[in-house]
């Protein structure tokens, strides 16, 4: 039989045709035996594209692209799926995730890739100035800073990972999209002990309104928890005799098939510690235990088994991580204006604090067990760490100063000898 012709009367090879709106048609058979057809306004890369058409590669470049994929085994047909239905697959896959992450990967899926162009297109089709282009445009027309465009990534990333190892894909069209997005933290500032002395005063002298949260500060200060275990503490997490936290589980206030509530969720890397706690803290938790106990309207609560909650708000309902981040901030502002004032009547400098958080505490409670010389293997346990990575950017810093004052005293006993 006589081989097809084009309109421009080019023999046509096999599986080639031309339809009657002038494109031209490849049909062909994939390794499962199913039909597939793939389509071009051109037959070779030198055909002029007809007006008003889109630019596209020709009949015969996309042939040998499907040739070449179909013998590395690659499923050029799955990958005309669509980068929703990619991302929509692997978070399918992901059934061990904790609800909070869960919550955050659904939420970045709907807010950034959803509804934007990329989203939309073929997983075939995405290049990697696609994604590049992508992050770009989230950087400057939405706005998201570094670390939100790098939650994106740790979505997307792996999505197009799995497309590779499912033989969809060729490359990860992601990989190394992310270097102009990388934040180097810079060091975070830990309090002063002069600063942090002079915001408890501050906290225990304000009777207005501070004076409640004293001891909230004052925990975290004195046992580095994360506000999530802080909120989630119950007086049964504490041995007073052993003068012991239990720090097992966290509190978390999220959606949760799409209605916000309470839940309880094991702590960040999963990992159960023991923080011991000073006399101090022991004498000051059992006298803000007698005072909240005569709070009228304090709410008893039941989360996922967990009651008897040490924290709350000062009308008895229960805290949450973001509750306890915008008291914090309150309390700095309040804070620096009382003691501008003070230090004007004083006639010294003012002891301000340029930023106070949960964290800020954490990591203050961190350095001055650094400072102290604590063993780094043993602050890694009392801090919750997965590895003596994050605990070494604080321990090497103090360290550092230490060296300094080490070789003076050494020095000294030295000249004294002589």
């Known amino acids: 039989m006589a081989n097809k012709k084009d309109k421009k009367g080019r023999v046509l090879k096999e599986g080639e045709d031309q339809l009657n709106d002038g494109r031209y048609r490849y049909r062909y058979t994939d390794t499962n035996g199913k039909r597939h057809a793939i389509y071009s306004w051109r037959l070779t890369t030198t055909d002029r594209l007809p007006a008003g058409k889109r630019q596209c ?10 040739q070449k994929d179909l013998a590395d085994g690659i499923n050029t047909y799955d990958a005309q799926i669509t980068v929703n239905e990619l991302v929509k697959r692997y978070l399918s896959t992901k059934v061990n995730l904790k609800l909070s992450t869960h ?7 709907r807010n950034c890739i959803k509804d934007s162009a990329l989203g939309k297109k073929q997983i075939s089709n995405i290049k990697n100035s696609d994604i590049l282009k992508f992050y770009a445009d989230l950087k400057v027309i939405n706005g998201l800073c570094n670390n939100s465009i790098g939650n994106v990534h740790t979505v997307l990333n792996p ?6 190892k499912d ?13 102009n997005y990388y934040t180097y933290s810079t060091k975070r500032e830990a309090l002063t002990i002069e600063q942090q002395n002079s915001i408890l005063k501050f906290l225990k002298e304000n009777t207005e309104y501070y004076t409640f949260y004293y001891t909230l500060f004052y925990f975290l200060l004195e046992t580095g928890l ?25 509190l978390v206030y999220g959606s949760v098939n799409g209605k916000f509530k309470y839940y309880i969720e094991t702590t960040k890397n999963n990992l159960t510690r023991i923080v011991p706690f000073s006399n101090d803290l022991a004498q000051t938790l059992k006298k803000y235990k007698e005072e909240i106990s005569c709070i009228t309207n304090k709410q008893s609560y039941n989360i996922d088994g967990y009651s008897n909650f040490v924290f709350c708000r000062k ?12 008291v914090f901030r309150r309390i700095t502002s309040s804070y620096n204006i009382y003691e501008s004032k003070k230090a004007i009547e004083d006639n010294r400098n003012p002891i301000l604090i340029k930023k106070l958080s949960p964290h800020v505490l954490r990591h203050t409670y961190c ?3 650094a400072e102290k010389g604590i063993d780094i293997k043993v602050l890694q346990a009392l801090m919750g760490h997965k590895t003596l990575k994050v605990t070494m950017q604080v321990y090497n810093h103090v360290n550092n100063d230490r060296i300094f004052k080490e070789f003076h005293r050494v020095m000294n006993d030295d000249i004294k000898e002589t």
């Not at 919550?103 to 899926?109: A, E, N, P, S």
């Not at 999505?159 to 590779?164: G, K, L, W």
Request: charged residues 25%; aromatic residues 6%; neutral net charge.
């Open 226 to 250: 994360r506000v999530g275990e802080v909120v989630g503490l119950t007086w049964n997490d504490i041995d007073f005799d052993k003068q012991v936290i239990s720090v097992n589980h966290q």
């Open 315 to 326: 009308s008895g309902s229960m805290l949450t991580s973001r509750a306890v981040e915008s």
């Open 167 to 179: 033989n969809l894909i060729r490359i990860n069209p992601c990989s190394g999209c992310l270097q």
């Open 367 to 369: 350095t001055r067990m």
């Open 57 to 66: 590669k020709s009949l015969r470049e996309k042939e040998a692209d499907l």
């Open 103 to 109: 919550d955050l990967y659904q939420r970045i899926f």
């Open 159 to 164: 999505a197009f990972q799995m497309a590779v």
